[in-house]
Structures are given as C-alpha cells and as structure tokens.
C-alpha cells in the first residue's frame, strides 16, 4: 500500500531526480505523480523500452502516475496497454503487465489519492508543432505524414477534442477537489514571462486553456499542480507550477493551509511576476 506520494513535473526521460529522493534504495513503496512528458511514449520505438526497464530496474519500490502532456502518445495507443482498476487511487489507469510500476491517469478522471480527492486533466499544444513537422519535411495538413508521430515527433490527438473536454466539463462539474493535477493550465493563469520569443502567439492554439480557465470556475478545489512551461515557482495563491522539483503533496497542502493562516510562504518559495494578480 502507498502511504506517501510525491509530485513532480516534465522529466522529458530524464529521471535522475528520483536517486535524490530519502526513499530511493529502500523498500518503502512510494508513488510519484508526473505531470506531464515524462517522456517514455515519446519516441514509439525500442528506445521507449528502454528507458521503462530503466524506470522498472533503477527505481523497483517507486510507482509513476502519468499525467499525459503534448509530447508523447496516448497510452490506450500503446499496443499491450491494459486498462485495469487500482485500488491505490480507486481508479482506472492504463498500464502495461510488463512495466507494473508505470500507471497511465485517464486523461480526464476523479481519483483518490492519499486520501485526497484528485482531478486529471491531461493533454495540451504544441508550440514547436511546425518546426517539428517541417524537420520532416512536413508543411501541410494533406502531407502523407502529418498523422506520423513515429516519423515527425509530433502527436496530432495532443489536446482533448472538444467531446472530450465537454465530458470532462460535466463530469467535473460541482465536484469539490482537494487536488486538480494537469499538464497545462487555465489560460488566465498562463505564464507569459516565460513563453518563447520565437513563437508567434497569434498561431498557438489556445482552446484547451480557455475551455480550462471556464472548467476551474466550475467546480471547487484547493490545489491546482501544472506543468508544461518549465519552470518551479507558484503562479497564483493555491496554483503551482512543477517542472525539476519533487514534492510530498502534503507538503503541498500544508505550505497552502499555512499561507491562509499567516498570508506568508516559506523564504525559499519562488513566486510568479503574476502572484498577486
């Protein structure tokens, strides 16, 4: 049984903070959110092997619950996926028999975990979308292979479709969360300061964060874990972004019961230009 889970964010299959953990070469059985591109159904081939024995052989009492983000398959996409119950989060998650202790969330589900009442909202865009297409020669929606993953690198079902967010919408819908976990965030709490002078904006597609920033109104929850923009700071009171550090999510949960007692955080907390806002 699970009795400590820690959250972290885009490990881009790079997993060398877990060694940094007080668990790591012990024997006590620990779960670990990831927030998004961990980075193990990225490349569809034996390199995704890999690195999960690597997952499984380095870190055997760690178990990894995937928030899906933009840089890597969908899990039922997977051939020898299998959606099963675990009754550690009493809930569905896909997973494969051979890689036991790597869990797939739903990319929209209520789970319960620690003891926490927890929303997953996976998916998100791609802002390098082109110019990974066009290292492939890809430049038009009518290319042969612009719904090649395998070959360009880029995930064409990245985002929720629009059925989809609406069933999330109406299952969220009046539920009170403890902790919402996703792998991008609602757009009013986008962090600007941070996003690539190369990208012209005006081309980003921004539905998922306008439909989110409806959805965080919609529904009550404490805690809102993101991470998709590479950086560890809190962007808003409650609302975290997660990117290198790893955390307990009661730790989480205490800084923020804390800082509504004494309006103060913890010296070494980084803030967003956008705290207070």
């Known amino acids: 049984m699970i009795n400590k889970f820690y959250v972290t964010g885009d490990c881009h299959g790079v997993f060398t903070r877990f060694k940094n953990l007080p668990e790591f070469n012990t024997q006590e059985t620990i779960g670990i959110i990831v927030l998004g591109d961990f980075g193990i159904n990225f490349f569809l081939n034996k390199t995704d092997d890999k690195k999960k024995k690597e997952l499984s052989t380095n870190y055997p009492n760690f ?33 494969e028999e051979e890689y036991p202790n790597i869990r797939y969330f739903k990319d929209y589900q209520i789970y319960t975990i620690n003891g926490y009442t927890c929303g997953v909202i996976g998916g998100a865009y791609s802002v390098d979308k082109w110019y990974r297409l066009a290292r492939f020669g890809v430049r ?61 904006q005006s081309s980003v597609d921004n539905s998922m964060e306008l439909w989110m920033d409806k959805l965080k109104d919609q529904c009550k929850w404490k805690y809102w874990l993101f991470g998709h923009y590479h950086a560890d700071r809190v962007e808003r009171p409650h609302v975290e972004m997660f990117f290198n550090d790893i955390e307990k999510l009661d730790d989480v949960a205490a800084r923020w019961k804390r800082y509504d007692e004494t309006g103060e955080l913890d010296w070494w907390v980084r803030k967003s230009p956008n705290f207070d806002f």
């Open 140 to 200: 038009s929606k009518t290319d042969k292979n612009y719904n090649n993953p395998k070959k360009t690198g880029w995930f064409p079902d990245e985002q929720l479709t629009k059925e989809e967010m609406e069933v999330c919408s109406h299952l969220f819908k009046d539920w009170e969360f403890d902790f919402i976990f996703s792998h991008t965030c609602p757009y009013s709490w986008r962090p600007t300061d941070l996003f690539l002078s190369g990208v012209d």
């Open 63 to 95: 178990i990894f619950y995937c928030v899906r983000g933009n840089h890597e398959a969908r899990p039922q996409d997977i051939d020898g996926m299998r959606y099963k119950y675990d009754p550690e989060i009493d809930g569905m998650v896909w997973m």
